[in-house]
């Protein structure tokens, strides 16, 4: 049994690679399960599952929320937020969008991975509607607005004045196609 662990023997440099790819294979779920326990990278959640949020403020405190858009380096299209930045009180319920144009010359399906910064802010960010939920498949050329509504947890810290809500598009069109979408 020694020498097929022997990383010098065939069997050893099989077991290696078995290995190597078991890890890269649980790295993903392993990271994401590291950030929900540490609260790092600011993962969003899904949709809220509340009651029905808030429509007006049920806090004085202001809080500004500046939006960010990125897009993958292999996914050329225009994406931007309608606003900068928004204030609002907490509980206040706020709707915005992000543009997007897609700039191939053929239909492209791509998917929005939201981060908030501070990272402890993510789980005071309740999104009511988000694009992020779904894939967005725009065709060649086709110009989209794409919504977002949320509210601000009561129960954000109070020395969380300012937050930044940032969206990274990536090009999903052959995962999209192998699922049937």
Avoid at 11 to 39: K, N, Q, R, S
Avoid at 67 to 88: D, T, Y
Avoid at 141 to 165: N, R, S
Wanted: aromatic share 12%; charged share 20%.
């Amino acid at each position: 049994m020694k020498r097929w662990l022997n990383p010098t023997t065939p069997g050893g440099l099989i077991a290696i690679v078995v290995l190597m790819f078991g890890f890269g294979f649980m790295l993903v779920p392993l990271y994401d399960v590291f950030c929900e326990v540490t609260g790092l990278n600011g993962k969003t959640g899904g949709p809220y599952q509340g009651a029905a949020s808030q429509t007006e403020a049920v806090d004085e405190r202001q809080v500004t929320v500046q939006f960010v858009a990125n897009r993958n380096a292999n996914l050329p299209w225009e994406f931007a937020p309608e606003q900068e930045e928004i204030k609002l009180q907490i509980g206040e319920r706020k709707q915005t969008a992000f543009y997007v144009s897609n700039t191939y010359d053929h239909a492209v399906v791509a998917q929005a991975i939201p981060s908030v910064s501070p990272a402890q802010a993510a789980d005071y960010l309740n999104k009511v509607e988000c694009f992020c939920f779904q894939q967005q498949p725009l065709q060649a050329g086709e110009q989209k607005g794409f919504p977002l509504v949320f509210f601000l947890d009561p129960d954000l810290p109070e020395e969380i004045t300012k937050l930044t809500l940032s969206y990274t598009l990536f090009d999903i069109s052959d995962r999209a196609a192998a699922e049937g979408y």
